[in-house]
């Protein structure tokens, strides 16, 4: 080979690795990084409305002495009581006067009275517990 070729030939060579360095460095060596993101499910809001209760209804027996208001406090029908130590009172009211009397009754012993739906008040005394037997 002649001593010019040769150089040409070795200058030939450095241009190509020369090359092939700048093509290795050049080159992106970037990582890449994969992130996975998890939502929460959707959540959704269901607003419902509870009525409440129903007040309890007239009483279906009395306890105690007392007037009544009758489909308030205690529910109209036939009422049994076994009487109280003395002298047992009862009033079937027209109004929440108890001088306004559709009909009463004193006694000793077993008392029953039907109260009307369109009685105003019931009252009584010393008669005990009654009870609605209908």
């Not at 010019?4 to 360095?21: D, E, R, S, T, Y």
């Amino acid at each position: 080979m002649r001593p010019g070729a040769a150089a040409v030939a070795g200058f030939a060579l450095f241009l190509a690795g020369f090359a092939l360095f700048l093509a290795g460095c050049g080159g992106s060596s970037h990582t890449a990084t994969t992130v996975t993101s998890t939502l929460p499910a959707e959540t959704k809001t269901v607003t419902k409305t509870v009525a409440p209760p129903p007040p309890p209804g007239p009483k279906t027996s009395i306890e105690n002495n007392g007037t009544y208001i009758v489909n308030k406090d205690i529910a109209a029908g036939t009422y049994r009581t076994d009487g109280g130590r003395n002298a047992c009172y009862w009033a079937r009211l027209r109004s929440f006067n108890t001088n306004d009397v559709i009909d009463n009754n004193v006694g000793d012993g077993q008392q029953v009275v039907q109260i009307l739906p369109t009685d105003a008040a019931f009252m009584t005394r010393s008669c005990g517990k009654w009870q609605k037997i209908d």
